[in-house]
């Protein structure tokens, strides 16, 4: 398996809604990482997680938390977010930090 | 932080043509360099990379070139097809962190 997984593919949520995004790698990728997307724009990057441990966040808002269950799993839960944050949810992971990263496929995210 | 610029933003080539894309970079502790092409709709994905002690790395009909001295990189793709219509960013990470940084993108497109 050299895939990087997301679900859901599309999301459409209300700003007082509760959701979750969720990514999963079985390729024994040690580090994982969270972009948000705008359309034509560079992925930007939100979190880092190395070794499950929460390494970087890019001044993130608090209304996005993200969780890293196990070290193939990494969920981001959203709460309350703006119309603004209507975007294209990237993950990546790569064997560990410093090395190359593989993106998965992403989730659409429309804030209503 | 680390600060890439990518030029041009858009660029149009004939079938068959060469396509360049530049990038510089502010870090000079930057030592890996990757390319990403992301279609419409689709991942990014990976499709060459070079770390700082090599200065050139091909792959087909792609090539990249790196010029530390003056801490720049360039993608060539030869004998272009219509399947290279793509956005394509350029990155660059430091050897401080775990972060990649992105260029603002290339949109190329071939003309059959």
């Known amino acids: 398996d050299t895939e990087v997984t997301q679900t859901p593919k599309h999301l459409v949520m209300g700003m007082t809604n509760k959701k979750s995004l969720k990514c999963e790698q079985h390729?024994?990728?040690?580090?994982m990482y969270w972009y948000k997307q705008k359309a034509k724009k560079p992925p930007e990057l939100m979190f880092v997680y190395s070794y499950e441990k929460l390494s970087i966040n890019e001044s993130v808002p608090s209304r996005f938390s993200p969780e890293c269950p196990n070290s193939s799993l990494l969920n981001l839960h959203l709460h309350a977010l703006q119309p603004e944050d209507s975007a294209l949810y990237l993950c990546?992971?790569?064997?560990?930090?410093?090395?190359?990263?593989?993106f998965g496929a992403g989730t659409r995210l429309s804030v209503l | 932080g680390e600060n890439v610029e990518q030029h041009p933003s858009t660029l149009s080539v004939q079938e068959g043509d060469s396509a360049v894309i530049k990038c510089t970079y502010s870090?000079?502790?930057?030592?890996?360099f990757p390319w990403y092409k992301q279609e419409l709709g689709k991942r990014p994905q990976l499709i060459i990379d070079?770390?700082?002690?090599?200065g050139e790395k091909k792959d087909q009909r792609i090539a990249v070139t790196l010029n530390k001295t003056a801490k720049h990189f360039s993608l060539h793709i030869t004998e272009t097809q219509p399947e290279d219509s793509a956005v394509y960013f350029c990155a660059a990470e430091s050897s401080n962190d775990y972060k990649l940084s992105f260029g603002a993108g290339t949109t190329v497109t071939v003309r059959a």
């Open positions: 390729m024994g990728h040690r580090a």
């Open positions: 870090d000079s502790a930057s030592n890996y």
């Open positions: 070079i770390r700082s002690n090599v």
């Open positions: 990546a992971s790569s064997p560990r930090a410093k090395n190359i990263q593989y």
